[in-house]
């Protein structure tokens, strides 16, 4: 077998984060070169983590904002039912012709202001 001698380097190559090679060697100096493909896939993550952010939390936004909606939608109609029931109850036959006049009425006055 040959020894390797004093004379020789080997030049390892040290894998990086997700696999980028970063190359050594003895009789050189550390440069941005070397760092710049690690430094541009740092930058590409931050960027997309970003983006991802942005849009989810704009999504979020929106749905709380149909649930919201949608829960007071569902209060003025469970409302108005009981108001409903409350007065046919209460007042019987003449209470509900009473109510279809004021609903009309109501209809026919906001017609005439628009």
Do not use: E
Not at 10 to 31: A, G, H, N
Not at 84 to 105: A, Q, R, T
């Amino acid at each position: 077998m040959q020894g390797v001698s004093c004379t020789q380097r080997r030049v390892s190559m040290v894998p990086f984060v997700f696999s980028i090679p970063f190359v050594l060697s003895w009789s050189s100096s550390i440069s941005l070169d070397s760092f710049l493909p690690s430094i541009l896939l740092v930058v590409v993550i931050v960027v997309t983590v970003f983006i991802v952010a942005v849009i989810l939390i704009f999504v979020v936004v929106a749905i709380v904002g149909v649930v919201i909606v949608v829960a007071i939608i569902g209060v003025v109609i469970v409302v108005t039912i009981i108001g409903v029931v409350v007065v046919v109850v209460v007042g019987g036959i003449p209470s509900i012709i009473k109510l279809s006049f004021m609903i009309i009425g109501f209809f026919s006055c906001y017609r005439s202001f628009t």
